[in-house]
């Protein structure tokens, strides 16, 4: 049985890590804790990045990211707006991205799908991170409708 969280809530309970994998399974890493964004992203580079009208990622300090084994096989990719994501080298798994504003303020963003395991709660439940926007709105693939009544930002986290 799946909880969703209120975004407020911490995923840090000793010996309940989050973990996920890249699709081949070489790349494996487990985070202690999330941090309350997560957001649907609508930007060209995700949807090209990811293959899929949005990317969805949710975002960690650096120091509550492990990198259980695989880390070798990461391969990045920087654009040029300096971002840079990380994708594994023998599936092609996307799995990080990583924003000026991300190397200032020691954060990683990974992507939501790519775990496999949620931490629980006391009642074996597991504790999912909610997103709670979609961004970049404004360069949205024409032939989706967004209709889940989260908030939608023109940019980033803007006020419209």
């Not at 990045?49 to 949005?54: E, I, K, L, Q, S």
């Not at 040029?80 to 200032?104: D, H, M, P, Q, Y």
């Not at 395991?117 to 024409?142: G, T």
């Amino acid at each position: 049985m799946s909880k969703k969280i209120n975004n407020d809530e911490s995923c840090s309970e000793k010996n309940h890590l989050n973990s996920g994998s890249c699709l081949c399974g070489k790349i494996t890493f487990a985070v202690k804790a999330f941090l309350p964004l997560v957001g649907h992203c609508h930007c060209t580079m995700c949807q090209k990045f990811h293959g899929a009208a949005f990317s969805t990622f949710v975002e960690v300090k650096q120091q509550d990211l492990q990198w259980l084994s695989g880390e070798k096989l990461l391969t990045s990719y920087r654009a040029e707006n300096n971002s840079v994501r990380k994708f594994c080298s023998c599936c092609g798994s996307s799995l990080v991205f990583e924003s000026t504003f991300n190397r200032t303020e020691n954060t990683l963003e990974i992507s939501l799908a790519a775990f496999d395991r949620f931490a629980q709660d006391d009642s074996s439940n597991e504790i999912i991170p909610s997103p709670d926007a979609h961004l970049y709105v404004a360069s949205k693939v024409k032939w989706l409708t967004i209709n889940d009544g989260l908030p939608q930002f023109k940019a980033y986290r803007d006020n419209n």
